[in-house]
């Protein structure tokens, strides 16, 4: 039996929350005024599903709590 060093990333993941990933997000910005990240790095940050990903970044960027150029999410200043 071959020897495993890591178990897939997808088994740790726990169930899908979106008030909580909304609070992490939420949270990891304030903490970083400066922090970009495009969807494919926020999701490997936050270990969610690139499509989970991507609506709870859509739901942060119409609520006016994140912004985006169309490539990277920051900060809204507003």
Do not use: W, Y
């Not at 899908?16 to 922090?35: D, I, K, Q, Y």
């Not at 790095?41 to 969610?48: G, K, P, T, V």
């Amino acid at each position: 039996m071959p020897l495993m060093l890591c178990a897939p990333r997808h088994a740790s993941r726990a169930p899908f929350n979106e008030s909580e990933v909304c609070e992490r997000v939420r949270a990891e910005f304030r903490e970083m005024p400066g922090l970009k990240l495009t969807l494919p790095q926020a999701s490997r940050l936050f270990d969610i599903d690139p499509l989970e990903c991507e609506q709870i970044f859509t739901v942060l960027v119409r609520s006016g709590q994140l912004s985006t150029d169309g490539k990277a999410f920051a900060r809204s200043l507003s």
